[in-house]
């Protein structure tokens, strides 16, 4: 059950992304709807949060655009990445429960993964305030 709420919930990740387009540093589109930002960390601090241009960023990423992707977040193409590989392991996993839980050790480097773009993320942040001051 774990399994397919994973995948679900990653397909719906890459599903919004497909439908949203990116609009440049103002936002996001949904069809023709410009959708407003939403981060209240930069709202109410000025300063940029861990994940500030992230959607953007997965956004332009699945459309195709790396330099995009860069310019609005560092980690956005490689936690886009990140997904695929989840996608994939999980439908393995729900197609062949044996042999793939056999293969991979049950995703424990999944989630090593999580881990360690977790950290890349608070690296990024840091970086990203450093060149700030």
Avoid: E, K
Wanted: charged share 5%.
């Amino acid at each position: 059950m774990p399994h397919l709420v994973v995948l679900l919930i990653c397909t719906a990740i890459i599903a919004a992304a497909l439908m949203l387009s990116p609009a440049g540093p103002a936002g996001l589109h949904l069809f023709s709807f410009q959708l407003p930002p939403t981060c209240s960390f930069l709202d109410l601090t000025g300063l940029p949060c861990p994940g500030c241009g992230l959607t953007r960023s997965v956004v332009a990423s699945v459309h195709g655009d790396l330099a995009g992707s860069w310019g609005f977040h560092r980690l956005g193409a490689l936690t886009v990445l990140y997904i695929l590989i989840q996608v994939v392991f999980r439908i393995g996993v729900l197609v062949f429960p044996l042999g793939t839980a056999a293969i991979f050790g049950t995703g424990v480097w999944l989630n090593r993964g999580i881990i360690a773009l977790a950290v890349l993320y608070g690296i990024n942040w840091l970086i990203s305030l450093a060149l700030l001051l």
